[in-house]
């Protein structure tokens, strides 16, 4: 079992900045790749950004690029999402995951997801 806390989520005026970061315990953080996803009120999950294990690889989805990057300290088991030029759109839970198949956007490629952290965007 991977254990997986978010945090670092809250209230921002629009072109501001926050970072999330989500702490994992259990098993070796470094033997997974991992992923943050987002669900803004009445719409789907969907995949932010991903990385690999050794944090040489990542993806995002294509909207995001630029505004938003991913990364992870292993010596600290943290995964972070640095959010820059926040709009209200972006407004949503934002959850890690972890897993062990492949580096990618869906979600049953995670076998293990934290509870979430709230941010909201005011124009």
């Known amino acids: 079992q991977v254990q997986l806390v978010e945090s670092g989520g809250g209230l921002v005026q629009a072109g501001g900045s926050l970072r999330l970061s989500c702490v994992a315990s259990g098993r070796t953080f470094s033997n997974y790749f991992m992923g943050w996803f987002r669900q803004a009120p009445g719409k789907e999950r969907e995949f932010v950004a991903a990385i690999s294990w050794s944090g040489h690889r990542t993806a995002a989805t294509d909207s995001l690029k630029g505004r938003f990057t991913i990364s992870r300290d292993n010596a600290k088991n943290t995964l972070y999402l640095q959010m820059n030029s926040l709009k209200p759109e972006d407004t949503a839970v934002y959850y890690c995951?972890?897993?062990?198949?492949?580096?990618?956007?869906?979600?049953?490629?995670?076998?293990?997801w934290g509870q979430g952290t709230q941010v909201t965007v005011s124009s």
């Open positions: 995951a972890a897993g062990q198949k492949r580096l990618g956007p869906y979600q049953y490629e995670y076998d293990y």
